[in-house]
């Protein structure tokens, strides 16, 4: 039974940052397994942020984002992370953790096997 659990969600203001943590059980990401975030904001499909994978060393990001946002992972955590720095109103929306990507893009979210339950994000 896989697990994502996600944190580090809140209020800040523009130019702020705010780090996001997704913890993982059921699986290792050291094996591996693609993992990234995904967003939504209110009235809006899900977008994908950004995913990573084997072992953390290759890294895909949205064009919005790119630059001002970095994904990691802390395999003995068992951890994915997204650090967002410079954040701005248009980056208000719910995150999502996923993981298990099945094949095809990564930034279409039917094509991912495991998802957390949320977390908000806030920039005013």
């Known amino acids: 039974y896989v697990q994502l659990v996600e944190s580090g969600g809140g209020s800040v203001q523009t130019g702020g940052p705010l780090r996001l943590s997704c913890t993982a059980s059921?699986?290792?990401?050291?094996?591996?397994?693609?993992a990234g975030w995904f967003r939504q904001a209110p009235g809006k499909g899900r977008e994908g942020v950004a995913s990573?994978?084997?072992?953390?060393?290759?890294?895909n990001y949205a064009s919005s984002v790119r630059g001002r946002f970095t994904i990691s992972q802390d395999n003995a955590k068992n951890t994915i992370y997204l650090q967002m720095n410079d954040l701005k109103p248009e980056d208000t929306a719910t995150y999502y953790c996923?993981?298990?990507?099945?094949?095809?893009?990564?930034?279409?979210?039917?094509?991912?096997?495991?998802w957390g339950q949320g977390t908000q994000v806030t920039v005013s």
């Open positions: 990573i994978r084997d072992g953390g060393t290759t890294t």
């Open positions: 059921g699986y290792r990401h050291s094996s591996g397994v693609c």
């Open positions: 996923a993981a298990g990507l099945r094949g095809g893009s990564w930034t279409q979210g039917y094509n991912w096997v495991w």
